[in-house]
């Protein structure tokens, strides 16, 4: 009993598992993983309730945060009336717009920066997405290309197909099989 006793006590012995320790190298422990992605959701459900959490705040933060969420809507609800008021009454809309042409380059640039300003944090967020989504469908587009390549040449009636494919759509790559289904 001493030399089994002895080699498994240096496997299992001294409050450790030689080989748990050795797997947990090359597997991650599922039972520690859950507690790890159960911490991190409760953390990130705290930082959700803090965020949304309603402190007691006076009228003018009220009144300001109302006040902030408004250029976006009446931005887009505006121009979607401009174009309802040019087909209704083209020659009001028509006024109006002569009288926009006589504002001056220093206002319109203005104009520019604050809006520019205000909305060119999110639209560049959105547009670097955009931009590494169209890169990663251009980076799979050779790959697409030779596999569309080799696909059609595994058509029949293809000049490039090989002898097994042009054996009446013969899918097989034994001559014996081959010349079984020519003759039957």
Known sequence: MGLIERVFGALF?????LIVETA???????ENAAVRQADVKQQAMEQYAAEFARPTRGRFDQ????LNRLPRPLLAYGTIGLFIVAMV???WFSTRMQGIALVPDPLWWLMG????FYFGARH???SQEFQRSIAETLSRV????ENTRQLEALRADAPEAPEFVRTEGALVDNPALAEWMQKG
């Open 142 to 145: 050779p790959t697409v290309v």
């Open 124 to 126: 560049q967020v959105h």
């Open 89 to 91: 009454d083209p020659v």
């Open 113 to 116: 920066a604050i809006v520019s």
């Open 63 to 66: 009144v300001m945060d109302a």
């Open 24 to 30: 947990q190298v090359f597997r991650e422990n599922a």
């Open 13 to 17: 012995g001294n409050g450790q598992n």
